[in-house]
């Protein structure tokens, strides 16, 4: 877990940031070090089967999704904290409706706002089979773009294998950031994802998980945000949980995928900036 503390705290609020699947508080860090600058105190858990995690607790044994959920309330019990945003990306978006309802009832005021993006409360996917060739070029295309990009910086054969690959459903705009972020960030997120955490996962989408109907529970200031070509989580399934959240705005980018804040970081960063000063934060 990454816990930062900063003199000029933004009245007691903290920014908890939840990564998806493959995931980890490292491949968070285009949000953490946005807010730790302006001076928020911001909290970026490893969750439970995800990186450093497995080094510090191992996990020896299948676990369900909703222990994340435990983890996160004795983390939230734990650290003092008064007030807290709770950013959620992919999984960690889940993650953050499910605080939000359990703190509903326990805490009254804890979460003060939700940040989705790229997250739904009954996720679908539009993601196609995927042949074996292009799990090969996703290997070879971050392979390539670490080989090179010191001295090519775009790499066009990082990004001719990119294309031809896995990253083409995750990203839409091939820029050098989103492939350092990949290259890095997500490759080791992946490489320290447990097959637990995988497991938890696919057990709870395979059981048809569906929180559409508990959203009106949620009263608190959410910003939603998608990504108008993601395949794994659809825009339209981001949107519907957008329009059943009492309080809520909406944002869906064109031209970008799952992967969007490393693929838009500077616009997304200014439009979430934007959201929580409309709303007080």
């Known amino acids: 877990m990454q816990m930062q503390n900063s003199s000029m705290l933004q009245d007691n609020l903290s920014i908890l940031c939840l990564h998806g699947h493959p995931g980890s508080g490292d491949a968070m860090s285009v949000f953490t070090q946005h807010f730790w600058d302006r001076g928020f105190r911001v909290i970026a858990p490893d969750l439970r089967g995800y990186g450093r995690s497995q080094r510090q607790h191992p996990i020896e044994q299948p676990f369900a999704m909703l222990e994340h959920l435990s983890d996160l309330v004795?983390?939230?019990?734990?650290?003092?904290?008064?007030?807290?945003?709770?950013?959620?990306?992919?999984?960690?978006?889940?993650?953050?409706?499910?605080?939000?309802?359990?703190?509903?009832?326990?805490?009254?005021?804890?979460?003060?706002?939700l940040i989705l993006i790229a997250s739904a409360a009954r996720p679908c996917s539009s993601h196609p089979k995927v042949p074996w060739w292009q799990v090969m070029n996703t290997g070879l295309a971050v392979l390539a773009h670490r080989l090179t990009h010191r001295l090519l910086p775009h790499s066009k054969l990082a990004i001719w294998l990119g294309k031809r690959s896995l990253l083409q459903y995750l990203i839409q705009q091939h820029t050098t950031f989103a492939y350092d972020r990949i290259a890095n960030e997500g490759m080791r997120a992946f490489l320290q994802t447990s097959k637990f955490a995988t497991k938890a996962l696919f057990d709870?989408?395979?059981?048809?998980?569906?929180?559409?109907?508990?959203?009106?529970?949620?009263?608190?200031p959410c910003l939603a945000i998608a990504g108008e070509c993601d395949r794994h989580i659809t825009a339209e399934?981001?949107?519907?949980?957008?329009?059943?959240l009492p309080n809520s705005t909406w944002i869906c980018y064109p031209q970008v995928a799952h992967l969007l804040p490393w693929e838009i970081p500077t616009q997304l960063m200014a439009d979430i900036d934007l959201w929580l000063e409309r709303n007080g934060f």
């Open 74 to 113: 004795n983390l939230l019990e734990n650290s003092h904290i008064d007030r807290c945003i709770v950013l959620g990306w992919s999984l960690g978006g889940i993650l953050a409706m499910e605080l939000a309802l359990k703190f509903n009832d326990l805490y009254p005021g804890k979460i003060a706002g």
């Open 204 to 220: 709870a989408m395979h059981q048809g998980y569906d929180r559409r109907q508990d959203l009106a529970r949620i009263q608190v």
């Open 237 to 244: 399934s981001s949107r519907e949980t957008a329009m059943l």
